[in-house]
């Protein structure tokens, strides 16, 4: 897609969809960007970005953990959001580690409860950090587990999205870099590659889709925050225009980019030219009984461009109009531009004693 997908496209693509978010603080983000983008064509504020565990986001509600428990940054802080209107389900769980008996209990709660359309995955930087020395080695059993799991217990038709970790900076601070592991920090942005390359395989291994998103970013820098860890609100429309237009292809659904500027001009053109054909009057001309127009343009059809084009021409016709130029000399200095349709270029000379030239004066 050229451009972000918009509220109208959002909604008809989720329409009646139940669609999960698994993950950590950027994940959050991506699902307070859907929640937003559902209900209006809006940016997440930095505020909103910032915040965690509120009661309230956008007409959501906090279900459990959050401000209703411990606001830490361990690995014990939970958080589960969800969104519901009268066709759209969205909800976020916080996920300090890929697999573990927190993991499991979500897990049932999808083997017993309502049966999610979209379930988007994303676990990697607590992984590998929170859980000592061998926490990658650790990591990689955990997906085995996890993979295996989801697996069994989605149906069949359920789009199960893999999303690898986004890129970070090799100065961060701040959330999950505690300062019992800062020591970390300058590697991590090289470790979560290695994590990154392994995760990928294998969710392509157990048959689940894989969304780059450290690719898609790498080059967008600029947008990440200060923290390096963080995202600013354009970075996670573009992340939600992603992960839509990634379902739509899943689903056979063609999502149309907007119209650009000249596409709208050129619609526009041919609503006017079906209404019939259009007449452009030079100035100090007028169309009333016993006097007729100069210069008159009939246009059997109309873009846009094609009217600024002939707009130009006609200013410059007048002009030579004005200095006394005839009909014939006019016609040999400016042939009619080539607008793309067919057209009729008429001169009526009316008497002279009527026309206001500079070299006719009326007595």
């Not at 504020?45 to 910032?50: A, E, V, Y």
């Not at 780059?212 to 225009?241: E, T």
């Not at 992960?243 to 609503?271: C, F, M, T």
Request: with cysteine.
């Amino acid at each position: 897609m050229r451009a972000f997908v918009t509220q109208c496209q959002a909604r008809q693509l989720l329409h009646n969809k139940f669609i999960v978010i698994l993950g950590g603080s950027v994940q959050r983000s991506m699902y307070k960007d859907l929640v937003l983008l559902l209900q209006r064509d809006q940016y997440l504020t930095l505020p909103q970005l910032k915040s965690k565990g509120e009661l309230s986001f956008e007409r959501d509600c906090l279900v459990e953990g959050g401000s209703m428990g411990p606001m830490t940054n361990g690995t014990e802080y939970r958080e589960v959001r969800q969104y519901r209107s009268d066709h759209h389900l969205l909800r976020f769980y916080f996920l300090t580690r890929i697999y573990s008996p927190y993991v499991e209990s979500v897990l049932e709660d999808f083997r017993h409860g309502l049966k999610p359309d979209v379930i988007i995955i994303s676990s990697c930087v607590w992984d590998i950090s929170r859980y000592g020395l061998e926490g990658l080695e650790e990591y990689k059993e955990n997906l085995h587990k996890f993979f295996g799991q989801i697996r069994t217990i989605v149906c069949h038709n359920c789009l199960l999205l893999w999303a690898l970790a986004m890129p970070l900076g090799k100065k961060i601070k701040g959330g999950f870099l505690v300062p019992e592991i800062s020591h970390l920090g300058p590697t991590l942005c090289y470790d979560i590659i290695e994590a990154n390359f392994y995760s990928c395989q294998l969710a392509d291994a157990y048959g689940l889709d894989v969304l780059d998103l450290h690719f898609h970013f790498r080059l967008s820098l600029q947008h990440r925050v200060p923290d390096g860890i963080h995202w600013d609100a354009l970075a996670h429309r573009k992340i939600s225009s992603l992960l839509l237009q990634h379902a739509a292809e899943a689903w056979g659904v063609k999502l149309r980019d907007p119209p650009s500027l000249l596409e709208q001009g050129q619609e526009l053109g041919e609503a006017e030219s079906s209404r019939g054909p259009a007449t452009l009057l030079p100035r100090n001309c007028s169309t009333s009984t016993g006097s007729k127009p100069l210069l008159v343009l009939e246009l059997a059809s109309m873009t846009l461009r094609s009217l600024c084009t002939l707009i130009l021409f006609q200013v410059k016709i007048v002009q030579l109009l004005d200095i006394g130029l005839n009909t014939d000399s006019i016609i040999a200095l400016c042939p009619l531009p080539d607008c793309g349709y067919d057209s009729k270029f008429i001169f009526r000379s009316e008497p002279q004693a009527t026309r206001r030239t500079s070299s006719s004066v009326q007595v």
